[in-house]
């Protein structure tokens, strides 16, 4: 398969896997919030796949139907690539985790041995559309970041990073963050 899924195929994949209603719904917020960011963007003259956010916004814990923890990333990338789906749409499953994670963080955390860094803006706008999600519903970036420091430490990289997530976002969008 090289196109991205439609919203409808996106949400049939996610039951036919087995996602719960609850990860489900938090995924569809996550693609609401994702795409109201992605048209500020293009508003502000900044090029980003429509189509790709919201597949990867709507897909990024498909993961989930297997395990909740950090690994859901990675299974869920392989259960995109099992069924054939667009690397570009991939690579936002398995870089949604954190606020990235570097090569040298994932031997602690179990994971394969690479980055999971976010690149393109597609996997940008997903990413912090899912940190500022939580369950249904939007909250602040300094929530987030409360949220972050509370299970991480406050002295965590992920803290850094997600303000550099924060950053680049904003000046994406055409606003001071």
């Known amino acids: 398969m090289s196109e991205v899924l439609s919203r409808d195929e996106a949400l049939k994949l996610l039951h036919k896997v087995g996602c719960s209603q609850q990860v489900i719904e938090h995924a569809d917020t996550v693609s609401r919030i994702a795409l109201e960011i992605a048209a500020k963007c293009r508003l502000n003259g900044v090029t980003v796949n429509r189509d790709l956010i919201e597949a990867g916004a709507l897909l990024h814990d498909i993961g989930r139907s297997k395990t ?3 690994q859901h990333a990675v299974v869920g990338a392989q259960v995109a690539r099992e ?3 667009p690397e570009s749409l991939v690579r936002i499953i398995e ?3 954190g606020a990235g994670i570097t090569r040298e963080e994932t031997a602690k955390l179990g994971l394969p041995l690479k980055d999971y860094l976010q690149t393109s803006p597609e996997e940008m706008i997903v990413a912090y559309a899912d940190k500022i999600t ?3 519903h939007m909250i602040s970036f300094e929530e987030a970041v409360k949220d ?3 299970s991480l430490g406050s002295t965590h990289p ?3 990073r997600f303000r550099k997530l924060h950053k680049e976002i904003s000046r994406m969008m055409g606003s001071e963050p």
Do not use: D, Q, T
């Open 148 to 150: 972050f420091a509370s």
């Open 158 to 160: 992920a803290i850094e």
């Open 68 to 70: 909740h923890g950090i």
């Open 83 to 85: 069924r054939g789906l």
């Open 134 to 136: 939580k369950g249904r």
């Open 95 to 97: 870089n949604h985790i």
